[in-house]
């Protein structure tokens, strides 16, 4: 039998401020840690910032974050683009799998008619093991670096999701990590990440 994992979290701090669009919305920030039980090596860090707001019904942003070919300081860069389906049966088998319970995923007459979106919402997380999956398959890593992400708008079941990879490099030119991007059916960018080499 294998070793048996922890897992350690607590609420770092809770922020309430005023939006112009949104009203009182409050960010509260989280830290887990997984680690082993019988050694207590850490296996796994990870922060995470979470937004809530008052439910006003859904529209998309006003300033559209769109996803072009990719180019890297004026001139087209070598990437990674993978496309991904989904459908309701995968995203109720990934709440199952998370243990996420909120039905806005998995259930369409709640989705669209308590939380007003115009279908169920892709997991967040789901598009960023997306993007982490394919990094690690594209390189081979499977430690030594950190990954940072950013969710932007909402990415719905019945959209083509499409990930990107670009190359991340520094001031001096060097190549320290890899961009990605989770894109809708319109090329909007739905969730952006970095993974930084060498930490």
């Known amino acids: 039998m294998g070793d048996v994992v922890e897992k350690k979290q607590e609420i770092v701090s809770v922020v309430e401020k005023e939006s112009k669009t949104y009203g009182t919305v409050l960010f509260l920030k989280r830290r887990c840690v997984l680690q ?3 050694s207590s090596e850490l296996l796994l860090e990870e922060e995470l910032d979470h937004v809530y707001m008052l439910n006003t019904g859904y529209s998309p942003p006003e300033k559209e974050l769109a996803f072009e070919s990719p180019v890297l300081n004026g001139e087209k860069s070598p990437c990674w683009s993978e ?9 109720f088998r990934y709440s199952a799998l998370t243990w996420n319970s909120h039905r806005v995923h998995y259930d369409p007459e709640y989705a669209t008619g308590k939380e007003a979106y115009p279908e169920v919402v892709v997991h ?23 990954f940072t992400y950013r969710a932007v708008r909402p990415l719905f079941v019945s959209e083509k999701i499409g990930v990107w990879g670009l190359p991340h490099v520094d001031e001096g030119g060097e190549h320290v990590g890899v961009k990605m991007f989770a894109t809708n059916s ?14």
């Open 36 to 38: 082993k039980a019988s």
């Open 124 to 146: 967040g997380p789901l598009l960023c093991t997306l993007m982490l999956d394919m990094f690690q398959r594209r390189t081979g890593m499977n430690d030594g670096f950190t």
């Open 186 to 199: 319109q090329q909007n960018v739905c969730m952006q990440a970095v993974a930084e080499l060498g930490v």
């Open 83 to 91: 496309s991904v389906t989904m459908d309701t049966a995968a995203l």
